[in-house]
Each structure stands twice: as C-alpha cells, then as structure tokens.
Nanobody, 116 residues
Framework: QVMLVESGGGLVQAGESLRLSCVAS????????MGWYRQTPGKQRELVAR???????NYADSVKGRFTISRDNHKNTLYLQMNDLKPEDSADYYC??????????WGQGTQVTVSS
C-alpha cells in the first residue's frame, strides 16, 4: 500500500494557474501507473493525466495543452501544473497509484475551485 498526500489546491479565477503536488510514501520507481484524477459531486472520478509504464503519459482531451504532469522520482513527488484554468476544471483532485495487480491507492484529495 502506498500513502499519497496531495496539496496545492485552492480558489482561483479563470485563466489563472495552480500546481498540485502529491508525495508518495514509496519509491515512485516501483509504481507502474500514477496520475491525477478528479471528481465532482454526483459524477464518476475521471482521468486528468497519468504516467504509464516506460514513461508514457495520458491526458484527458479537456486538459491537453493546459495541464502538464511531471514527477521528481528522487523526492517521490508527482506534480500537476494547471494553466489557463476554467470553471469546469473545478473539482476534487486525487492522486492515484496502481500496482501491477491493478489495485489502486488514493490520496485524500485537494479541492480546486475556479471562479468565472
């Protein structure tokens, strides 16, 4: 099991930026899939951006060109740089890590609110 702690959420205006951080309790070299997901009330958690094996990255179409996922393996930290934020980006953002068996661990989430 991997403990994940997110930070960096907040209230911003449309067009502004935020950077989320997620610190993992285990070496990120041992985590095959790790990424950011978001959820709004009444909706399923959805992918924002994630690292897959061999450094491949997936982005949701809605964030391509605005969000960038990155990682610092030595600090066991995953980042999500979010630029040009829109009100529809408002959500609880979760850091998730999956092992080889497909079992997921999640952080407690950090709230992002974008006002118009």
């Amino acid at each position: 099991q991997v403990m994940l702690v997110e930070s960096g959420g907040g209230l911003v205006q449309a067009g502004e930026s935020l950077r989320l951080s997620c610190v993992a309790s285990a070496s990120m070299f041992s985590i095959p899939v790790m990424g950011w997901y978001r959820q709004t009330p009444g909706k399923q958690r959805e992918l924002v951006a994630r690292y897959l094996r061999f450094g491949k990255i997936n982005y949701a179409d809605s964030v391509k060109g605005r969000f960038t996922i990155s990682r610092d393996n030595h600090k066991n930290t995953l980042y999500l740089q979010m630029n040009d934020l829109k009100p529809e980006d408002s959500a609880d953002y979760y850091c998730g890590a999956s092992n080889d068996a497909g079992s997921w661990d999640w952080g407690q989430g950090t709230q992002v609110t974008v006002s118009s």
